[in-house]
């Protein structure tokens, strides 16, 4: 079992940056394939970027593609977003999810693990 913790949401103008993390528990976190999700007031939670275990492999977004980047560091069980030029309609709760399968989803059903989730308001 992994458990998640987002970490380094807050206010952000548009056009800044900011870096959110995830840290998480046991030994197997390197084992799984993990991805950012976020949701919007009314709105369903939708994918923004997804990493395969061994880093190789990542999958944006549309919306997010060549801004937003992912990345973890298997040695210290860390999962990173990386946003750059975020906009007010990034604004948004984000999430942390875990996945046993290789395949990167786009859906939140493909993820078995979640975080509690971090704010994320962007400014204009």
């Known amino acids: 079992q992994v458990q998640l913790v987002e970490s380094g949401g807050g206010l952000v103008q548009a056009g800044g940056s900011l870096r959110l993390s995830c840290a998480a528990s046991?030994?197997?976190?390197?084992?799984?394939?993990m991805a950012w999700f976020r949701q919007a007031p009314g709105k369903e939670r939708e994918f923004v970027a997804g990493?395969?275990?061994?880093?190789?492999?990542?999958s944006y977004a549309d919306s997010v593609k060549g801004r937003f980047t992912i990345s973890r560091d298997n040695a210290k069980n860390t999962l990173y977003l990386q946003m750059s030029s975020p906009k007010p309609e990034d604004t948004a709760v984000y999430y942390c999810?875990?996945?046993?399968?290789?395949?990167?989803?786009?859906?939140?059903?493909?993820?078995?693990?979640w975080g509690q989730g971090t704010q994320v308001t962007v400014s204009s």
């Open positions: 046991g030994r197997t976190f390197s084992s799984y394939t």
């Open positions: 990493i395969s275990w061994s880093g190789g492999r990542t």
């Open positions: 999810a875990g996945g046993r399968g290789s395949r990167i989803s786009d859906y939140p059903r493909g993820y078995d693990y």
